[in-house]
């Protein structure tokens, strides 16, 4: 562990007057129970303040962006499943949206349900694991067993439509890999009926907290500019309180045909992120319910070539994942296989505003801050 | 029994044990050293009985408070986990950090572990009738219990310091460092809130103080002086939500990152018997110790005793237990706050106001022990004789000899005490309500 010392003077000139001080450099990760997963942290720290900090990644690099050039489409889709794991939900559908875009198909109504419902699944399933692990974060070690507790059923729901509990691999251009039975819906409409009183289980076990709000509050605080300028998006860009949900401003699927809210923040603080991500797990509620009760009959998949070509040319498509603005862009040269496909991995972006945020913080901050921006490495290096 | 001046001549069962080897023929030396020998191995049994089952408990009732069933697999119910996990840490390697100051390194567990062995020492567990006198369990009964206790519980942080100076290790050194503002700023309030209990008791010694409750709690009296006292003990045991020294998610380990095996274990060991300490202190100077209806009778008064004290005592020990599965962990500059700008203060008022009780003859804040003469006459230098002696009275006499400027100091100390009750409460009620915001605070305006 060695500075450049060439590139910071400032912090080797020997002070005279005083007592010589200095900052000190302390390595977050990759090794690092807060860092989820294998991320580093340069922290340039006075004492327990953080000066600068500047993420170092990269090791979680899976080369999975070269590899999808030389594989066809639905090979592509499970490799891309492993990027953001706790989404992959949205990963599959990204890449499905992005072919779908480039070929003349139209999607079954009832596929685009499944769908819908499989990624406000995923969503909830995510929130509630950042739930625990935020919790855990800051110090609590109960929440995540509460939270892993509900997450369970979410998973053995997603068990029950695709046959796999994290890399479904189920979402595939056409509609989906196969049909939801009736003991999903069944399942899905009690886990509606309870899940309201979960989320108010957590909240009184969690949010009440006074030494939690005093830690949370004007926190690693994001203005709405900044948020803006970094290119933050989701519950980090509306914890800031810029009103921006690409299901709601750009609709994709059928998202136009539910009623839904869009919670923003006021402060851009850690408290204000917290929240926005708990109205989200209860807007991702009423979605479900909507969607359960419009259910259609009609098939699941259309029909697709077995292999899929799309037409030549390229396109830019995003959806808002629980992390934020997943983007994917696709040249396709009319092959079997992508000519270039790009994903911008919301956790990515967010990730470079934690130096605005944390500045002038305590080291203790930093794993808030950080768990209230939700990373997922994976997403990050790709 | 008569207050500060004259303390009578009290026994432990240890001196009976010497005495009932005398009494079989041994000389008084070699009688003495068996006294020692036996007192010393029954000490260090019961303290590694009791760390193990405290550790086993803490990890039953988190698990049951955490929707989990906890170590249920050596054993029936999980009983022998601990004792796997002791051998499991006994046998493993012993690894020093390659740059690490190796003595340092070596000494500070030790450092940390003897003088919370050497705490127990003072604290009465117990009372035993035999052959119609009372002795007390308790390995020595000091005349300053108290203020030993203090002095031998701040020496451990050195220990803590040493170990995250010596590891090497930034996250070491930043929980060594973290440790000593924390344990240095907790120990003010809790020797306030101790001086309070002194004060009212008339004495250190532990066996008096839990003798000035025979007819009260000293906890309902001095309600504020034991609720610092919790908390503060809290934070000098590095639990949660103040374990800032060994904050596992921002810190990894804190002082004892480095550590492993039997190093490991010592720190282990010595937050856990702190732990115990902290509790049977609160019990002690709070709870009346082993106060309780004698339900067996007064040859078995010992079984009894020992019932209440380790009744009162467990149940602080699973309210820290349930404090660690209950709290986030406060930051390090709210948690200094805390104790300069909340703590202090509020246990300097406790302190005038038992002070102030003590002065006037209040029964209730002097613990029944009453002052023969007034502060009057104790500023009257011709009648001042040195010290003050007490008589020790039941309420209504007590009452009866207080004349009418100390009878409106009773009354203001009684109503003063009522509107804190309802205060603390108005507080509890207030942190206690649970509420979902976001149900309510990002609802959408039409």
């Known amino acids: 562990m060695s500075i450049n010392k060439t590139l910071r003077p400032d912090l080797w000139k020997k002070r005279e007057d005083t007592l010589w001080t200095e900052e000190m450099i302390l390595n977050m990760g990759p090794q690092h129970p807060s860092t989820h997963g294998v991320l580093r942290l340069e922290l340039h720290t006075d004492g327990e303040i953080v000066k600068e900090c500047i993420p170092h990644m990269g090791y979680l690099h899976r080369g999975i962006e070269k590899n999808s050039e030389h594989k066809e489409y639905l090979q592509i889709i499970p490799l891309w499943d492993r990027a953001d794991y706790l989404s992959s939900m949205h990963m599959s559908y990204l890449i499905t949206y992005a072919a779908e875009s480039l070929m003349k198909v139209e999607i079954p109504k009832r596929a685009e349900y499944i769908r819908v419902m499989c990624m406000e699944l995923q969503r909830l399933a995510s929130h509630l694991i950042w739930f625990g692990t935020f919790a855990l974060d800051s110090g609590a070690i109960t929440p995540i067993f509460y939270a892993f507790r509900e997450r369970e059923l979410v998973l053995d729901l997603l068990e029950l439509a695709s046959g796999a509990r994290l890399l479904y691999n189920y979402i595939r251009p056409g509609g989906v890999r196969m049909d939801v039975n009736r003991e999903f819906l069944h399942r899905l409409d009690k886990f509606l009926i309870h899940f309201q009183d979960y989320l108010d ?5 969690y949010t009440g ?7 949370a509050k004007d926190v690693g605080v994001l203005t709405k500019e900044e948020a803006i300028s970094w290119g933050a998006s989701g519950p980090v860009l509306r914890g800031s309180g810029v009103k921006w949900d690409i299901r709601k401003d750009e609709p994709y699927s059928i998202y136009e045909e539910f009623d839904f809210d869009i919670p923003v923040g006021q402060k851009g603080d850690v408290l204000d992120r917290y929240n926005v ?25 259309a029909r697709v070539p077995t292999s899929i070509k799309p037409e030549k040319g390229e396109v830019y498509v995003r959806i808002e994942s629980p992390r934020g603005e997943l983007g994917c862009y696709l040249v396709s040269d009319g092959g079997k296989i992508p000519y270039r496909l790009h994903v911008r991995a919301p956790s990515f972006v967010n990730l470079s505003a934690l130096d605005t945020m944390l500045r002038g913080h305590l080291i203790a901050d930093v794993v808030l801050i950080l768990g209230s921006i939700d990373i997922v490495v994976g997403d990050i290096d790709r | 029994m008569s207050g500060s001046a004259f303390t009578p001549r009290t026994y432990t069962i240890w001196e009976d044990f010497r005495l009932w080897l005398m009494h079989a023929g041994l000389p008084y030396e070699l009688a003495d050293a068996l006294m020692l020998i036996v007192t010393f191995t029954v000490i ?16 039953k009732f988190l698990g049951w408070l955490q929707i989990r069933p906890g170590p249920n697999r050596v054993g029936p119910w999980g009983l022998l986990q601990t004792v796997a996990d002791a051998i499991k840490l006994l046998l493993k390697e012993d690894i020093i950090p390659m740059n690490a100051d190796k003595p340092t390194f070596v000494l500070a567990p030790i450092v940390m572990f003897i003088p919370a062995l050497l705490s127990l020492v003072v604290i009465p567990l ?22 030993y206790l203090l002095a031998i519980s701040s020496v451990g942080v050195i220990g803590i310091i040493m170990g995250g100076w010596a590891s090497n290790n930034k996250y070491s050194l ?8 924390q344990l240095i700023s907790y120990e003010v309030p809790m020797v306030l809130a101790l001086v309070s209990v002194a004060l009212y008791a008339g004495s250190l010694r532990l066996i008096d103080i839990i003798h000035a409750q025979q007819s009260i709690f000293a906890l309902i009296p001095l309600f504020p002086a034991f609720i610092i006292f919790l908390i503060a003990g809290v934070a000098e045991t590095n639990r949660a939500p103040f374990d800032l020294p060994e904050a596992e ?35 002690v100077c709070f709870l009346g110790g082993w106060k309780g209806p004698a339900f067996l009778g007064q040859n078995l008064l010992w079984l009894s005793s020992l019932f209440w004290f380790f009744l009162k005592v467990f149940f602080f020990l699973l309210a820290f237990i349930w404090f660690r599965g209950t709290f986030p962990r406060i930051r390090v500059d709210q948690m200094m706050h805390f104790a300069w700008k909340f703590l202090i203060p509020v246990a300097i008022f406790q302190l005038l106001i038992v002070a102030w009780g003590v002065a006037y003859r209040n029964p209730i804040m002097s613990g029944g022990y009453i002052p023969k003469i007034s502060v009057k006459d104790i500023w009257d230098p011709k009648d001042y004789t040195g010290f003050t002696e007490f008589t020790r009275t039941s309420l209504p006499s007590a009452l009866r000899m207080l004349n009418d400027s100390e009878m409106v100091t009773f009354l203001i100390s009684v109503i003063g005490f009522i509107l804190l009750i309802l205060f603390i409460g108005g507080l509890f009620y207030r942190t206690l309500k649970g509420f979902a915001p976001s149900k309510t605070i990002f609802q959408e305006k039409p």
């Open chain 2, 174 to 181: 930043y929980g060594a460092m973290r440790s000593v503002a």
């Open chain 1, 201 to 205: 289980e957590y909240e009184e076990l």
């Open chain 2, 126 to 147: 117990g009372v035993a009738n035999i052959n119609g006198r009372y002795s007390y369990i308790v390995a020595q009964d000091l005349d300053i219990g108290l203020a």
């Open chain 1, 277 to 301: 991500r708990f109205f989200e797990m209860r807007q991702s509620h009423r979605i479900l319910r909507q969607a359960l009760d419009g259910f259609p009959e009609g098939k699941y998949t």
């Open chain 1, 209 to 215: 907290n006074a030494i939690f709000i005093n830690r």
């Open chain 2, 249 to 283: 998610s921002e810190l990894v380990g804190g002082f004892h990152t480095e550590y492993s095996g039997m190093k490991f274990a010592l720190f282990f060991l010595a937050e856990y018997i702190n732990m115990f300490t902290v509790s049977a202190l609160i019990t």
């Open chain 2, 44 to 59: 260090l049994i019961f303290i590694l009985v009791l760390v193990l089952g405290l550790v086993l408990l803490e990890r």
